[in-house]
């Protein structure tokens, strides 16, 4: 809905799935799609045949199939490798940032921080889960899937000029599992590295037969060992595990040149770049300046995009959408909108109950929660109609469940019947309807019924628990105002129930706070997936991240059956065992309701002054901005002139 989304200011997995210091922390302010979103994105598959993997060195890894590139590939399809350098670009973010170190819990990171940095492998923009080596020359490991090497560049360095270097890498493992709870877990399996060669590293894992740990690692951010172990300016140590506003040292594309605490950051193309002439970064990161401007909220911030304050926009808002864009700049052709269908993954984006507390702990009271939120009269009153139904925490991919389980899927799902919902074998998910009217009385009795069930009872008006008679109350916590013209609607229905609702509206630091620490009844989750799940589910759904503050586990579940599913996708041999685990995992959460599904839009929509050249065909999983688009020096010209 109401947010401010920047695509593609990151490469890697590991930074889509950190969503949850950004956008699943406040799912309607700015998204760094560094995973593109990501995320988000993780996955087993075959990667390449057993016989030969100990032997063989990989210039690349996918987790889906096999590489689109080979190895003496010259550029990516998708950018122009004749794509001109130039131009300063404004970008939104929205609240404010205390720190330029995103790599712990404290602060708040500013938006962009991550240009600075290159990661051992390059994220292809064009296929799901697969990664090019960028400061890593080439990859092996054995048939079990035990270790990980990975062979540093000649050539890689820091804007220092020092070159990078496996003390480097062993150092960022380790600076940042202890860091922040995210990489903590998410690095879980990684239990050591180590130099084995000259500019070698060796990544060695506590389990074996799990596929995704070499992308895993592969996707590692690298960090400046000697810089973090010296003195600052001031004759001062530098401590990774605390916020700064001293910009750091990088490796990147790009180095930070002006900040302006909590107000804006500008990041300076780095001209002499040590990998731009890869065939993973040739015809990108284009623009000489990208500055970060920091609005208080999205609504403030559309307004600067519209008096061409910042260049570029990604609308989330279905009401700005169909309405916020009747502009004489529009019509002119000076302000460009564009739909770009890509085709990958939708997130279960909903209203996340914390089942931490008790009120929300019994199934019939979740499930009673979404027949009272009526999509369908939102959708058509609120959206636009741009909006479909979220059904399933893989939406739009084959890895979301649908009618019964059957072969490979029901056998795992046999192995915890009686763990499980009994309507998973016998039920297939389908959220509550309505006729779009407003009138949604026979799904507000039904949810009587359960709460009835759950021991709730209805007394002059008051839905009370029959045990201690207190009144059902639900909490929305929000960042957005924006968001209030969703929520008012459902309160209401929630009201018709007898349940007392009350709504928050706080500053992003204060969010970022109360999700780190679960303070919260009711929130806007955003769940991101890719195509090829693995060890990060375990930050998402598993019994022990539930109660590690500043983790990505919002609904609070201690479940065994679901950390048993978890398990069986982290170590799926192959893709058809993978989707069959994963498609047993959505059943599950489905049947025990733990939100209330939301909704997606098939496509992803921007707006941008027309001072941009672009690819004729963007990349299918992002769209690209700003890393392969790039200043049109012409057309910058002729807007000005006309405007």
């Known amino acids: ?126 296929e799901p889960s697969t990664a090019y080596g960028l400061i890593a020359e080439w990859m092996t490991y054995p048939d079990d899937f035990s270790t990980a090497t990975f062979k540093l560049r000649d050539g890689a360095r820091w804007h220092d000029g020092k070159p990078v270097s496996p003390e480097d890498v062993i150092f960022s493992l380790e600076a940042m599992k202890k860091g922040h709870p995210f990489y903590g877990q998410y690095y879980k399996n990684v239990v050591k590295a180590e130099k084995t060669g000259p500019r070698e590293v060796t990544f060695t ?62 990041l300076e193309r780095v001209k002499d770049y040590w990998a731009a002439k890869l065939p993973v970064k040739l015809g990108k990161d284009n623009f000489d300046e990208i500055r970060f401007e920091y ?85 058509k009153n609120l959206f636009y109609g741009q909006y479909r139904r979220v059904s399933s925490y893989f939406e739009n991919t084959e890895l979301a469940s649908s009618g019964l389980p059957e072969g490979r899927e029901l056998e795992i799902l046999n192995e915890i019947r009686d763990q499980v919902p009994p309507e998973v074998f016998t039920t297939p998910y389908t959220n509550p309807v309505s006729d779009g009217s407003g009138s949604i009385r026979r799904n507000l009795r039904a949810a009587t019924k359960l709460f009835k069930a759950a021991g709730w009872s209805v007394k002059d008006r008051k839905l009370v628990n029959d045990k201690t ?35 928050r509206v706080v500053d992003p630091p204060q969010y970022s706070r109360r999700l780190d620490s679960f303070d919260f009844d009711i929130i806007v989750g955003n769940f991101s997936q890719s195509q090829s799940p693995g060890n990060e589910q375990r930050g998402f759904w598993g019994s022990a991240a539930a109660a590690k503050k500043g983790s990505r586990h919002l609904i609070g579940v201690k479940n065994p059956a679901i950390d048993r599913l978890i398990d069986k996708i982290i170590f799926a041999k192959d893709r058809s065992e993978l989707v069959a685990a994963t498609r047993a995992l959505d059943r ?32 299918s999983q992002s769209v690209g901005f700003p890393d392969i688009w790039w200043w049109n020096e012409d057309a910058a010209k002729k807007l000005a002139e006309a405007k």
């Open 1 to 126: 809905m109401a947010s401010i989304s920047v695509p593609g200011l990151a490469n890697g997995r590991a930074r889509a799935a950190l969503s949850r210091v950004n956008h699943l922390k406040a799912p309607i302010m700015f998204v760094r799609i560094r995973f593109l979103l990501v995320v988000s994105l993780l996955s087993l598959a075959v990667l390449i045949p057993p016989a030969t993997a100990d032997k063989m060195r990989h210039h690349a890894l996918s987790l889906i199939g096999e590489p689109k590139y080979p190895a003496d590939f010259t550029n990516f399809r998708y950018v122009n490798p004749n794509a001109p350098k130039g131009g300063a670009i404004r970008l939104p973010a929205i609240g404010s940032f205390d720190s330029l170190n995103p790599f712990i819990l404290k602060g708040v990171s500013a938006t962009g921080v991550s240009l600075i940095y290159d990661q051992l492998m390059e994220t292809s923009l064009d």
């Open 205 to 266: 894992f506590n389990v074996k037969n799990n596929r995704e740990l070499p992308m895993i690692v592969g996707e590692l951010t690298i960090l400046p060992k000697h810089y973090w172990t010296s003195n600052d300016a001031d004759g001062n140590p530098r401590d990774i595990t605390k916020t700064t506003l001293d910009p750091p040292l990088g490796s990147g594309p790009y180095r930070i040149k002006e900040v302006k605490a909590g107000r804006s950051m500008t």
């Open 295 to 379: 609005y208080r909220d999205s609504t403030i911030a559309f307004e600067a995009f519209k008096a061409d304050r910042l260049d570029f926009y990604r609308e989330t808002s279905s009401k700005n959408w169909a309405t916020g864009y009747d502009l004489k700049t529009v019509k002119k052709g000076m302000l460009k909108r564009r739909l770009v269908e890509l085709k990958r993954g939708q997130p279960m984006q909903a209203f996340v109950l914390n089942t931490r507390h008790e009120k929300f702990q019994d199934p019939r009271v979740r499930r009673a929660f979404n027949l009272a939120f009526d999509f369908e009269w939102a959708n």
């Open 469 to 503: 008679g207190r009144q059902m109350t639900a909490s929305f916590l929000l960042v957005s105002p924006q968001f209030e013209r969703i929520v008012q609607p459902y309160s209401r229905n929630l009201e018709r129930l007898g349940i007392k609702v009350s709504l």
């Open 588 to 619: 599950v959460l489905l049947w025990n309701h733990y939100v209330v599904p939301q909704w997606y839009a098939p496509y992803s929509r921007i707006a941008y002054w027309d001072r941009f050249g672009a690819p004729e065909t963007l990349p």
